[in-house]
């Protein structure tokens, strides 16, 4: 069974311009995460679907993260405009059953720097 | 908020040594998750615990569920060079009395000693 694949893997760009990340999730898991982990700290949660619904993004920063699920299967997020402090790992996971802590499976992660 | 605090910050261990580790909250916590991450990769689940008290094995791995729900303990056995690496533990985080997403400690870094 393919795990969950993310894209670019690595990303570099200047503050103020924009960047955005892809994955997708394994086969037939309809819940989606996105997390952010900044260096030396856990993954923190940015933001949760359920199919192509939102369940929480009550620490998505939305003046400048936005994130979409379009058909309920791959997801983007995109950061615009980007700040020094969104360097980070940007993971994404996925589970069969909403709210299955014990089931998520995560990606490789994007490693973001802002220069 | 709820926070985990994970301690040690960082160890270095020589193979073969027994390895310990431990995740403490403010809050109860009525799940708490082990996990593990490898440079490059995302975290991978090492054990699930549900109950106070509780103590579940994953090979050489044993973690226990503190009795005051405050608190979790990771023990490796007989540490291999592949246990190098950070170590998350993580729970649920309670917002309004019901049980919402996981939140991570800020985790432990096993490395290898020189």
């Known amino acids: 069974e393919a795990g969950v694949a993310q894209s670019p893997r690595y990303k570099i760009i200047e503050k103020r311009q924009s960047v955005a990340f892809w994955c997708n999730p394994i086969?037939?898991?309809?819940?989606l995460y996105w997390y952010q982990q900044i260096l030396g700290q856990g993954p923190k949660l940015l933001i949760q679907?359920?199919?192509?619904?939102?369940?929480?993004d009550s620490q998505l920063p939305k003046d400048r993260f936005s994130a979409e699920r379009l058909k309920g299967v791959d997801s983007t997020l995109k950061i615009q405009p980007a700040k020094l402090e969104d360097s980070a790992v940007y993971l994404c996971?996925?589970?069969?059953?909403?709210?299955?802590?014990?089931?998520?499976?995560f990606g490789p992660g994007t490693r973001l720097t802002v220069l | 908020g709820q926070q985990l605090n994970q301690s040690p910050q960082s160890m270095f261990i020589q193979e073969g040594e027994d390895v310990s580790m431990n995740c403490t909250s403010s809050?109860?916590?009525?799940?708490w998750l082990w996990y593990k991450q490898d440079p490059g990769e995302g975290p991978v689940l090492l054990i699930a615990?549900?109950?106070?008290?509780e103590l579940t094995s994953n090979g050489r791995l044993t973690a226990q569920f503190g009795i005051t729900r405050k608190d979790s303990f990771l023990n490796i056995s007989a540490s291999i060079p592949s246990d190098v690496g950070i170590y998350f533990c993580?729970?649920?985080?309670?917002?309004?009395?019901?049980?919402?997403?996981?939140?991570f400690g800020k985790g432990t870094k096993l490395s290898v000693k020189p």
């Open positions: 679907f359920q199919n192509n619904g939102v369940v929480d």
């Open positions: 615990l549900y109950k106070a008290g």
């Open positions: 809050s109860i916590f009525n799940t």
């Open positions: 993580a729970g649920p985080w309670n917002y309004g009395g019901s049980q919402g997403n996981l939140i």
């Open positions: 086969s037939g898991h309809a819940t």
């Open positions: 996971a996925s589970s069969f059953y909403p709210g299955s802590y014990n089931e998520q499976f």
